[in-house]
T-cell receptor, first 116, second 116 residues
Framework: DVKVTQSSRYLVKRTGEKVFLECVQD?????MFWYRQDPGLGLRLIYF???????EKGDIPEGYSVSREKKERFSLILESASTNQTSMYLC???????????????FGSGTQLSVL | AQKVTQAQTEISVVEKEDVTLDCVYE???????LFWYKQPPSGELVFLIR??????QNEISGRYSWNFQKSTSSFNFTITASQVVDSAVYFC?????????????FGQGTTLQVKP
């Protein structure tokens, strides 16, 4: 089975800190995604990566950046954490076999980030 | 604009009751895919089903069934004889665009509580 691992389940940071959220997948998937999940808003796409060193902004990229130096690892960076970035962050990956739009995503268990 | 609406924020049923989770979507694409994901308390979203826009056949998988109706832009999910293990947050999602990016738009999610 595909495994998507997020480094921390819970994280508490202070306003202004630089925060790194790490995600690793073990199935050689090309695509990787970062979402944030907030009550009443569902999942919103922050960034995604087609492949190594390739990235594209999602719907809410402000305040975030990403890094994908190796195929298995996709990092989300909060340059200067703010309280409105308190949220559940979910990483996902996907293999591409033909048409991307019909491929399912494999998710990690999420990182609940609290910014104080 | 593309949008997914899950109007039911929370549903509570007693075990063995049938329950239907509603999903209404908006898109101008002629080709698209719809998904349902389940998020148990562990946090990891799990893929349940994928349906393409050209296939309006209903699908049944054990106690789960899905009703896709393009005429009403709905893709509803029914659990028959619900069980406590069905308690989770359920998300409906729509793949956007005819390009090969396959980014998903998620609904707000419906929290289902099944009481013993």
């Amino acid at each position: 089975d595909v495994k998507v691992t997020q480094s921390s389940r819970y994280l508490v940071k202070r306003t202004g800190e630089k925060v790194f959220l790490e995600c690793v997948q073990d199935m050689d998937h090309e695509n990787m995604f970062w979402y944030r999940q907030d009550p009443g808003l569902g999942l919103r796409l922050i960034y995604f990566s087609y492949d190594v060193k390739m990235k594209e902004k999602g719907d809410i990229p402000e305040g975030y950046s990403v890094s994908r130096e190796k195929k298995e690892r996709f990092s989300l960076i909060l340059e200067s954490a703010s309280t409105n970035q308190t949220s559940m962050y979910l990483c996902a990956s996907r293999v591409i076999q033909g048409i991307a739009t019909n491929e399912k995503l494999f998710f990690g268990s999420g990182t609940q980030l609290s910014v104080l | 604009a593309q949008k997914v609406t899950q109007a039911q924020t929370e549903i509570s049923v007693v075990e063995k009751e049938d329950v239907t989770l509603d999903c209404v979507y908006e898109t101008r694409d002629t080709t698209y895919y719809l998904f349902w994901y389940k998020q148990p308390p562990s946090g990891e979203l799990v893929f349940l089903i994928r349906r393409n826009s050209f296939d309006e056949q209903n699908e049944i998988s054990g106690r789960y069934s899905w009703n896709f109706q393009k005429s009403t832009s709905s893709f509803n999910f029914t659990i028959t004889a619900s069980q406590v293990v069905d308690s989770a947050v359920y998300f409906c999602a729509l793949s956007r665009g005819s390009s090969n990016t396959g980014k998903l738009i998620f609904g707000q999610g419906t929290t289902l509580q099944v009481k013993p």
